[in-house]
């Protein structure tokens, strides 16, 4: 079971990042799948999440109107489209898998993390 996390970067303030998450091991149509991240000194946070089944979607404020999670079922991928990023926006980014059914509800799985830099 493997969660790989790719896309991160160093990008200047205003500029686009798209993260991926592949999973390994598991079937993501059957997990709900989050995206958190941790910045320098602060606790790990909440950034978007994506319900199944259903497709529901959440985002924490500060992100709103400006990131997009969304999932490809066949490619067994998670992304994570953000734009208009910020200075504040830089944290090591993780992608997170939680069980949505009675078979599964007890798993949840963590990626390593990709940078996210904004800078100028």
């Known amino acids: 079971v493997q969660l790989v996390e790719s896309g991160g970067g160093l990008v200047q303030p205003g500029g686009s990042l798209r993260l991926s998450c592949a999973a390994s091991?598991?079937?993501?149509?059957?997990?709900?799948m989050n995206w958190y991240r941790q910045a320098p000194g602060k606790e790990r946070e909440f950034v978007a999440g994506?319900?199944?089944?259903?497709?529901?979607?959440a985002y924490t404020e500060s992100v709103k109107g400006r990131c997009t999670i969304s999932k490809d079922n066949a490619k067994n991928t998670v992304y994570l489209q953000m734009n208009s990023l910020k200075p504040e926006d830089t944290a090591v980014y993780y992608c997170?898998?939680?069980?949505?059914?009675?078979?599964?509800?007890?798993?949840?799985?963590w990626g390593q993390g990709t940078q996210v830099t904004v800078s100028s």
């Open positions: 994506f319900s199944s089944p259903g497709g529901y979607t």
């Open positions: 091991g598991f079937t993501l149509s059957s997990y709900h």
């Open positions: 997170h898998a939680v069980g949505a059914t009675p078979v599964n509800r007890g798993n949840d799985y």
